[in-house]
């Protein structure tokens, strides 16, 4: 198979229940060596302070704070600082003649006080969305990845940069392809010196660094594999050592053929050190497969992705490992849903316990939220969480306490003659055991999407941030959750 690799010349603006009920499945225990214990929640609730629960203890909101939008957009993406002392959100706003922008939110993680707010209207002051937000390691800035539209029509990445402190725009950075494009993924280097932004433009996966304090560009790549096009990057990550970035995403294998797509590039240069475009073991994934997340190892030894996998008997997880350093592959584990074929498991999450030793992927199973954990070491299922309160839901984000001894999921829950809410669980990272679930907002009508969770590097609180419409197509809002673990 031959791979495509090209430079991107692209210039680069700066611009200044009441049963929980466990079981093992053999049709589950079959497509893994390991087991396969399935824990299945029925609906609980607590949906405000000291409402009553008949659920496990834990999960105990600590605050939760709203921030109006307009009509539309809703936040996407939350990140703790190093110290665990403040909470970022990022997200889409209303602005003016109702133009989205992009709107950064800041709080105390442990009262919630607001303490700044920042919105980006791009060059043209008009729709502007947020993808992502990261914390450089010293707590000092906060970057956020989106797209914004240009004076000449179409749109672009773009990277912003704030002090984490006072919210201050220090820099954005704006790429002007010929073609549109988005940015969906950031990551910063481990001496936070160099900011590492990724999306597509409709091409490839391109994949631009920049310097941390000025935005000024290090270095532009493109990957666009075997044949031009396909979905793009959906996610970048460092190595822990900084010597390398690793991107992911789809990429066109052949024509009407997509597929997962990896690649490695050298930190310093952006020179390509290995790329990876997946087939299946019995043939290839098949139309529409794309990888959605990517995590390192702690040790810097391995890279782990997960994503959307079909083939002819339906679509399912597909989660990978290759070796960092070649890009080897160590192992290929699938999970769909015992009710098997279906047309909708995908994973839309990944993580990695703290010591390595396991991975936790997350997504929406068959109508439910389905949480695999695998052995990082050789891909052995160990076991899977389903949550289905009733139809269509998906988890969105998955989170690992500092411990490694719990695994956080959340994501969009439709209970029956409800409509949508925030769910978000806790599971023993070891047994899949549910430890706790909790839903927002209680009443029947309103709305909840829930998009993304994290966890307070002390471990003292866990954030689910997300959208939250009021009844009767009233106003949306940024709505932030904190939960005591």
Known sequence: MRLAFRSAALAIVIIAGPVLATSTTAAAASRSPARAAVHGVAPGRQDSPGAPSAQPPGGTQLWR???S???SGGAVAVAVSP????????????????????????YRAATGARLWVVRYHGPVNSNSTATSVVVSPNGREVFVTGRTMLRKGGSAGVTLAYRAATGTAVWAAVNPSARSTRAVSAAVSPDGSTVYSTGTDGVGMVTIAYDAASGVTDWSQEYTGPQSGGTGASAVAVNPDGSTVYVTGGVMASPGDEEYATVAYRAATGTMRWAQVQNGTNGSFGDDSAATALAVSPGGGTVFVTGLL???????YGTLAYNAATGTKLWLQRYETPSAPVLNDFAAALAVSPDGSAVFVTGAANNA???VAYAAATGAQQWVALYHPGCCNGASSVAVSPDGSTVYVTGT???????????????DSATGATRWLRRFPGDRTGLGEARSVAVSPDGSAVFVTGLVQDPLDQPSYYTTIAYRP
């Open 369 to 371: 939220y389905g949480t």
């Open 83 to 106: 110290d665990s002392s403040t909470v970022f959100v990022t997200g889409s706003v209303t602005g003016p003649h109702g133009h989205s922008q992009i709107g950064t939110v800041a």
């Open 69 to 71: 939008l307009g009509f």
């Open 310 to 316: 079909t083939t002819t008997s339906g679509a399912s």
């Open 413 to 427: 829950a439709a209970y029956p003659n409800e409509s949508s809410k925030y769910a978000t669980l806790a599971y």
């Open 65 to 67: 704070r709203t921030y």
